[in-house]
C-alpha cells in the first residue's frame, strides 16, 4: 500500500486540517540518527519535537539521553512532569522562572542555563538574590562556532554567542567559578553551517558549500577541543555538546564533545532532504481538505500558510506532497486561509479530497495543530497533544 491510501485510510474518520506523525518513520529516523552518533549520546531538542508524549518515547529509545529545551518556563514545565536532565539551548531575561529555578531544588537538580556574557551572570545573580533556601543555578557556556575568512570578511553561521577563543572562555568560566551560587557543568557550541546547510546542492554554488562546511569543521574540531581544554582547568565539566542533525556523524568525531544535540532528524522535514550523509522518511505531515476548484488544474486548499522561520524565501514554505506534482501559484504562495495548487494532480482532486504537505521545519509544526495523530501502518493508535493543545505557547 502506498504512502497516501495508507495516510487516508489511517485517518478515514477524521476530519482535516489535521496533522500525523508516522511511527514506523519516526522509529527508522531515530535508529539511523543513532548509528551516525557513534555511541555518543543524543541531546534530544525540544524545539524540533513539541510534544511531550514523543519527547517520552523517543527519550525510551536507545541512544537518546536529557532534553535541550528551548525557553526556561518550557524547562521548568518540562522538570515538573518529571523530565530531567535539561539544557535550556539558548540565555534568558526571565526574571521570574530564574527566581522559580533558584527555589525549586529540583528542578535546580535538572535544568542548565545558558551563558555567554557576564551581563548574563550578573541578570541570573539579580534575579534569584532574594530567594529564600536558594538552590546553586548550572551554567553552560555558549560558544561561537562560525566560520570566519579573509580576515573576518566572511562569516557562515549563527550569530550567537561572542566567546570564540579559549582565553575568551576561561575569563568567562573564571567569572562564573567566582559566584558561589553558579556552577559551570558544560559547554556548548552550535555549528549552524555545518548542521543546517544542506550540502546536496548543485553545481557551483554546492561545491562552495562543501568546501566552506569542511574547512569549518577542522577549523571548529581543532579550536573547540582548545577550548574545551582550557575550560576543563577551571571547572569540572559534565558535559560538552555540539552538532545538530545535519552533521551528527561529523560532530561524533570530535574527541571533545561527550554528546550530540538533534532533533529535527526524527520527523524529517523539508529542509533536512538535502545532505549527502544521510538521507531520512518523511514521518511529520499536515492534511488539507480541498474546497475550491477554480479551474481543471488548479484545487484550492483551506489553509496553508504555515510558513517557517528562517530567512524568508521559497525554501521556508510547506511542501506539496502527496499526491505528487503539486505546486504553488508563484503569486500567491501559501495562504493563510486558502492556498491554490496548481498541476496536473490537481485534476483527479474533488472536494473533499485531501492534500498532503511536509512542514519545512521540525516543531514548528507543532504551533499549527493542537495534536499529533500517530500511525502504525494503516491506523491511527493513539492522539497526543502537542505543546499548544497543553496550552503552551512558549514562542
Not at 518556563?73 to 512532569?81: C, F, H, I, K
Not at 577551571?234 to 574527541?255: C, H, P, Q, Y
Not at 564533545?257 to 549527502?276: C, K, N, Q
Request: glycine residues 12%.
Amino acid at each position: 500500500m502506498d504512502e497516501r491510501r495508507r495516510y487516508e485510510r489511517a485517518t478515514a474518520g477524521l476530519e482535516p486540517p489535521l496533522a500525523i506523525l508516522d511511527m514506523d518513520a519516526l522509529r527508522a529516523n531515530a535508529a539511523g540518527m543513532v548509528r551516525r552518533a557513534r555511541g555518543k549520546p543524543i541531546r534530544l531538542a525540544s524545539k524540533s519535537i513539541r510534544c511531550r508524549e514523543v519527547l517520552r518515547r523517543v527519550l525510551r529509545m536507545d541512544g537518546f539521553r536529557g532534553i535541550m529545551a528551548f525557553t526556561l518556563p518550557e524547562a521548568l514545565w518540562l522538570a515538573a512532569d518529571g523530565f530531567t536532565d535539561i539544557l535550556v539551548a539558548y540565555p534568558t531575561a526571565d526574571g521570574e522562572s530564574l527566581a522559580a529555578l533558584a527555589g525549586d531544588a529540583r528542578a535546580a537538580r535538572e535544568i542548565t542555563v545558558m551563558a555567554d556574557s557576564v551581563e548574563h551572570l550578573d541578570l541570573i545573580e539579580k534575579a534569584v538574590g532574594g530567594v529564600a533556601d536558594r538552590q546553586q543555578i548550572r551554567i553552560c557556556l555558549d560558544i561561537d562556532a562560525g566560520f570566519t575568512a579573509f580576515g573576518g570578511r566572511f562569516r557562515a553561521g549563527a550569530l550567537r554567542s561572542p566567546v570564540r577563543e579559549p582565553a575568551d572562555a576561561v575569563a568567562l568560566a573564571a567569572a562564573t567559578a567566582e559566584r558561589p551560587g553558579l556552577r559551570l557543568t558544560g559547554l556548548m557550541a552550535y555549528e549552524a553551517q555545518i548542521a543546517g546547510v544542506g550540502d546536496r546542492v548543485p553545481g557551483p554554488y554546492g561545491r562552495v558549500v562543501r568546501l566552506m562546511q569542511e574547512r569549518s569543521r577542522r577549523e571548529l574540531a581543532v579550536r573547540r577541543g582548545r577550548v574545551v581544554r582550557a575550560v576543563r582547568h577551571i571547572a569540572d565539566l559534565e558535559f560538552v555538546n555540539g552538532g545538530g542533525t545535519g552533521s551528527v556523524e561529523k560532530t561524533a568525531r570530535e574527541k571533545a564533545v561527550t554528546e550530540i544535540a538533534a532533533g529535527s532528524g526524527l520527523y524529517h522535514p523539508r529542509l533536512f532532504d538535502f545532505y549527502r550523509g544521510f538521507t531520512g522518511r518523511p514521518a511529520a505531515l499536515f492534511a488539507l481538505p480541498v474546497v475550491r476548484r477554480p479551474a481543471p488544474d488548479v484545487v484550492t486548499v483551506l489553509g496553508g500558510g504555515y510558513h517557517a522561520s528562517g530567512s524568508p524565501g521559497a525554501s521556508r514554505l510547506p511542501q506539496p506532497y502527496l499526491p505528487a506534482g503539486l505546486r504553488y501559484d508563484p503569486r500567491e504562495g501559501a495562504g493563510e486561509v486558502q492556498t491554490p495548487l496548481l498541476g496536473a494532480a490537481a485534476r483527479d482532486l474533488g472536494i473533499g479530497d485531501r492534500v498532503w504537505f511536509r512542514h519545512a521545519k521540525a516543531g514548528e509544526l507543532c504551533e499549527r495543530f493542537d495534536a499529533l495523530h500517530l500511525v502504525e501502518g494503516d491506523r491511527v493508535t493513539e492522539t497526543v497533544p502537542t505543546y499548544r493543545g497543553e496550552g503552551k505557547t512558549f514562542l
